[in-house]
């Protein structure tokens, strides 16, 4: 599979990241052909949260895949931390103590990439630091960076954070696209100019920052998903004559228009079907035109001012 630099590191990432929230939905059996189905396809940058399944789902991946030292190295792990029941905590004390019960349900001795997983308000950046150091120094965690966040969520960080925030992972789709539609709209009176996450997209392109979008064909919060959906007939319509064109799935080409985009952003998959995960996977080969990204756009309901 295609790949790319994960922010200003030097670890070269798929460009499509298979999601690891749901795998506690399949049995032994299951799980072991999606994670090999994933590998066979080159996909082997594996994404997963202390709060999936309640940490399960680290379990449930790490058996699948057979965890071993030579399994380890054909791997990328990226695990968050930070949620808790009924609050959000970056303290010093909990992020080491995450990173610790990470490791040990993924039966592995470090992370290559830790996120923050929702912003803390009650963050005190310095012990972020003092954490992502411990980390670091013990080789625990390779790369660090955070979910959710804007702007100056991530500025506080780095004021003292010494280590690069090399990702950020956002909720992007086609019908959830504002942090793209605000921009076109600057200076205007309507919706589609509210900015409601600080420039973030701009942001991470001038800092390096990879945006990895969850829940790439959702539409709304969990709400459900566009394709194929009665409510959306003309942006189905459009991908579906896309879809035909390029010869692939329309989950292909929704894939596909945010790989399109030069943010150079790496789409977390949700799926637990092998068939579309490797209908994501193919996304790596279409490389949609510029007409027609924007006929996506629009088609979705998005108005060009």
């Known amino acids: 599979m295609r790949t790319i630099k994960l922010g200003t590191s030097e670890l070269d990432v798929p460009v499509v990241a298979v999601g690891c929230m749901r795998i506690n939905s399949l049995d032994k ?33 790490a058996e699948a895949i057979h965890m ?8 990328i792990l990226q695990s968050k931390c930070g949620i808790r029941k009924g609050m959000f905590d970056f303290s010093k004390e909990h992020i080491l103590e995450s990173v610790d019960n990470i490791l040990k349900r993924l039966n592995t001795d470090y992370l290559d990439i830790l996120l923050l997983h929702r912003p803390d308000t009650l963050v005190e950046p310095e012990e972020v630091a003092e954490a992502f150091d411990v980390l670091e120094s013990s080789g ?33 789709s086609i019908t ?38 969850w829940s790439p064909f959702q539409y709304g919060f969990f709400e459900g998903v566009f394709l194929d959906n009665d409510k959306f007939p003309e942006l189905n319509a459009k991908i579906n004559e896309l879809a035909a064109k390029y010869d692939v799935n329309n989950t292909t080409i929704a894939m596909a228009w945010l790989l ?10 949700g799926t637990m079907n092998e068939g579309r995960l490797i209908d994501c996977i193919k996304a790596g080969d279409v490389d949609l035109t510029r007409q027609e990204w924007y006929d996506v756009f629009r088609a979705a309901g998005n108005v060009l001012p």
């Open 140 to 172: 625990k965690v390779r790369h660090f960076g955070v979910s959710n966040q804007h702007p100056m969520q991530i500025q506080l960080l780095k004021k003292f954070v010494k280590q690069p925030i090399v990702a950020n992972q956002l909720q992007l």
């Open 176 to 213: 959830n696209a504002n942090m793209i539609s605000s921009g076109f709209n600057v200076n205007m009176e309507n919706e589609s100019a509210v900015n409601r996450d600080g420039g973030i997209l701009d942001y991470c392109r001038l800092n390096d920052i990879t945006i990895q979008p």
């Open 29 to 61: 059996k299951q799980a072991e052909s999606f994670v090999r189905t994933a590998m066979d396809a080159g996909a082997n940058f594996f994404d997963h949260a202390d709060i999936y399944g309640s940490g399960a789902c680290e379990e449930i991946f």
């Open 260 to 269: 399109r985009h030069p943010a150079r952003m790496q789409p977390v998959t």
């Open 68 to 75: 071993n030292d030579d399994v380890r190295e054909k791997i």
